[in-house]
């Protein structure tokens, strides 16, 4: 047979095979470049879960490993781990908890519940019925008249007084501050439920008086509520059974003597 016949039919052959072959490689070709596409995506999202984990166990492993370091982190104010952290707020806690103590001693060792005084005198009763200023100058006719403003509920006008009065005596600056704090919280505040009745101008003098608190800062205040003692509560004083009671006693006692 020719050469040339063998050629023919050799590309002949090949022709078909050729083909098909061709087929089955570009299908496999886009199977894997369609199998290189969604699998890397896998992958890193596998590989970028990983990491984190491995970051939270890392973070968690570290800070067990470290007690101390840990507890001073949970107690420290750091505004990189929470907003609620108890550092900083154990030493405005503890300072807050020093000033409401030293407010509460002052509270309480400012004003006694009763003045300490001796027995009133048969003379002593007598004048505190003629002069309002005589009742008010001694601690036993303080103490009867202040008994008799608990029962009308309006205490807090002697309470007030003799908190000035205090006041005029300090010479500390610092105290002095302090005290005239808590008078104004205690008496002036009308969110407080022992405030006084005062007028307009007067709480105005007291608010341009705090701005630098003094001895006197309540010396207009205080007059205006001696007079409203005087003037209301007094009258009612003379006429009422705590009196009457106590010039009884004590005419009782001085004819025993």
């Known amino acids: 047979m020719p050469f040339y016949d063998l050629s023919r039919w050799r590309d002949y052959i090949f022709s078909f095979r050729t083909p098909s072959t061709t087929a089955e490689d570009e299908n496999e070709g886009s199977t894997k470049k369609t199998q290189s596409f969604f699998k890397p995506m896998g992958s890193e999202r596998m590989e970028m879960r990983k990491r984190q984990m491995s970051v939270a166990q890392e973070t968690t492993s570290s800070m067990q490993g470290q007690p101390d370091e840990g507890n001073r982190g949970s107690n420290a104010c750091c505004f990189c781990w929470c907003c609620c952290c108890s550092c900083s ?3 405005v806690r503890n300072q807050d908890e020093r000033t409401r103590a030293a407010s509460h001693e002052l509270r309480t060792h ?19 019925g003629q002069s309002f200023d005589k009742l008010m100058r001694t601690p036993a006719g303080r103490n009867a008249f202040r008994e008799f403003l608990r029962t009308e509920f ?10 000035c009065e205090e006041l005029k005596r300090e010479s500390n600056k610092k105290r002095i501050e302090e005290k005239a704090r808590l008078i104004y919280e205690d008496y002036i505040s009308i969110l407080s439920p022992r405030e006084v009745s005062l007028d307009s101008r007067v709480r105005e003098v007291i608010n341009r008086n705090m701005l630098e608190p003094s001895q006197h800062t309540f010396d207009d205040a205080q007059l205006q509520i001696y007079t409203l003692m005087h003037r209301d509560s007094y009258p009612r004083f003379m006429n009422s059974a705590v009196y009457k009671d106590l010039v009884q006693s004590v005419s009782e006692k001085s004819a025993e003597a």
Request: overall charge negative; glycine content about 0%; charged content about 20%.
């Open 89 to 91: 707020c154990l030493t």
């Open 154 to 163: 309006s205490e807090e006008n002697m309470l007030f007084w003799m908190a």
């Open 110 to 128: 400012s004003i006694p519940s009763c003045e300490e005084s001796s027995t009133p005198t048969l003379e002593d009763v007598n004048a505190w």
